[in-house]
């Protein structure tokens, strides 16, 4: 089984080894506008989940997305996009990711998160949730289609910041096209950890990581051949991520904190003392996932320096 994650986009809502979108609008860059802030007070609203078969098509429309002029959004323009989001939100965070994954396009459901119908992308959102989401940025293009700046907190603990790209179907929904990761807010007071990946291991250069004030950030390295993702989740006392493949826990007992993808910062805060694995779920050649080729490594996090004097185990870099 592979637990489904969206990373750094909502990543997060995310794979975040994605590469980002290579269609920019014609060279338009995004004008910033004053940023809005999703109020989220709204009952979930979505259409029907497309149906298996026939198989996923696409619309041409929207792989070209954005496309044509860009210029500021109105405030009637951006008032519409604000309710959209507030209720693409209320969706995410209803627990129903059945009925939020009607609010993904065709193009992000194949193409972002690799998914040829909507029947996976429920378990792809298991514990997806996003807080305080604070949009800018909101550009309008001559398609129709939107983007917007968006920072907020994943899984409560991490720090997104992407680039996201609406798309206004034809049944009326605002719907997510695409995102693209930016670099994340570096909390203060934060630990950083050095974290390297390749074929098919994790090294990090703290095993046992005192972080007072609860703030980690991993600055994350492929040094692979293969695209790599960093998942840190928390387990069961006494599971091993052995248990998620072999079925021994539920989705809902694997405790997402954040992920990452290559080249990257996963800033993350409120992290409490505990036990945490990172778990690189992405499939290698032959179909298996790197995990179940080992690449799977354990953490331990303190808050108090003292209890961290045994330094690292031999073998990690330093």
Same mark, same amino acid.
């Not at 570096?186 to 994790?202: D, K, S, T, W």
């Not at 790599?228 to 904190?257: K, M, S, Y």
């Given at each position: 089984?592979?637990?489904?994650?969206?990373?750094?986009?909502?990543?997060?809502?995310?794979?975040?080894?994605?590469?980002?979108?290579?269609?920019?609008?014609?060279?338009?860059?995004?004008?910033?506008?004053?940023?809005?802030?999703?109020?989220?007070?709204?009952?979930?609203?979505?259409? %029907?989940?497309?149906?298996?078969?026939? %198989?996923?098509?696409?619309? %041409?429309?929207?792989?070209?997305?954005?496309?044509?002029?860009?210029?500021?959004?109105?405030?009637?323009?951006?008032?519409?996009?604000?309710?959209?989001?507030?209720?693409?939100?209320?969706?995410?965070?209803?627990?129903?990711?059945?009925?939020?994954?009607?609010?993904?396009?065709?193009?992000?459901?194949?193409?972002?998160?690799?998914?040829?119908?909507?029947?996976?992308?429920?378990?792809?959102?298991?514990?997806?949730?996003?807080?305080?989401?604070?949009?800018?940025?909101?550009?309008?293009?001559?398609?129709?289609?939107?983007?917007?700046?968006?920072?907020?907190?994943?899984?409560?603990?991490?720090?997104?910041?992407?680039?996201?790209?609406?798309?206004?179907?034809?049944?009326?929904?605002?719907?997510?096209?695409?995102?693209?990761?930016?670099?994340?807010?570096?909390?203060?007071?934060?630990?950083?950890?050095?974290?390297?990946?390749?074929?098919?291991?994790?090294?990090?250069?703290?095993?046992?990581?005192?972080?007072?004030?609860?703030?980690?950030?991993?600055?994350?390295?492929?040094?692979?051949?293969? %695209?790599?993702?960093?998942?840190?989740?928390?387990?069961?006392?006494?599971?091993?991520?052995?248990?998620?493949?072999?079925?021994?826990?539920?989705?809902?007992?694997?405790?997402?904190?954040?992920?990452?993808?290559?080249?990257?910062?996963?800033?993350?805060?409120?992290?409490?003392?505990?036990?945490?694995?990172?778990?690189?779920?992405?499939?290698?050649?032959?179909?298996?996932?790197?995990?179940?080729?080992?690449?799977?490594?354990?953490?331990?996090?303190?808050?108090?320096?003292?209890?961290?004097?045994?330094?690292?185990?031999?073998?990690?870099?330093?």
């Amino acid at each position: 089984m592979r637990k489904g994650y969206l990373a750094a986009g909502i990543a997060a809502l995310l794979l975040s080894t994605v590469p980002a979108a290579a269609n920019a609008a014609n060279g338009d860059a995004p004008v910033a506008t004053t940023a809005i802030e999703s109020t989220q007070e709204r009952p979930c609203q979505a259409p %029907p989940v497309p149906p298996s078969d026939p %198989p996923l098509e696409v619309d %041409p429309n929207q792989l070209a997305a954005p496309a044509g002029p860009s210029r500021p959004a109105d405030p009637a323009e951006t008032a519409m996009l604000q309710a959209g989001i507030d209720n693409f939100l209320a969706c995410l965070n209803s627990g129903d990711h059945r009925r939020a994954s009607a609010l993904f396009t065709p193009r992000f459901v194949r193409d972002y998160m690799g998914q040829q119908d909507y029947e996976q992308v429920s378990n792809i959102l298991g514990g997806m949730r996003i807080d305080d989401m604070r949009i800018s940025g909101v550009t309008v293009y001559a398609d129709g289609s939107f983007t917007t700046e968006g920072k907020y907190v994943a899984y409560g603990h991490s720090l997104v910041n992407e680039r996201q790209y609406w798309w206004l179907d034809d049944d009326g929904y605002l719907k997510l096209n695409w995102t693209e990761a930016l670099p994340s807010e570096i909390p203060r007071h934060a630990v950083r950890v050095a974290l390297e990946m390749g074929e098919y291991f994790f090294r990090r250069s703290q095993t046992r990581i005192c972080a007072p004030a609860g703030a980690i950030v991993f600055d994350i390295r492929n040094v692979g051949a293969e %695209p790599h993702e960093a998942i840190l989740v928390q387990l069961p006392d006494g599971a091993t991520p052995a248990d998620i493949f072999n079925e021994r826990l539920t989705p809902d007992q694997v405790r997402t904190i954040g992920q990452g993808g290559a080249n990257a910062a996963l800033s993350l805060v409120r992290v409490r003392p505990g036990t945490y694995w990172l778990i690189d779920f992405i499939p290698a050649p032959d179909g298996v996932p790197h995990a179940e080729h080992g690449q799977v490594a354990r953490l331990t996090v303190e808050r108090q320096a003292s209890a961290c004097s045994q330094g690292n185990p031999e073998g990690e870099i330093e």
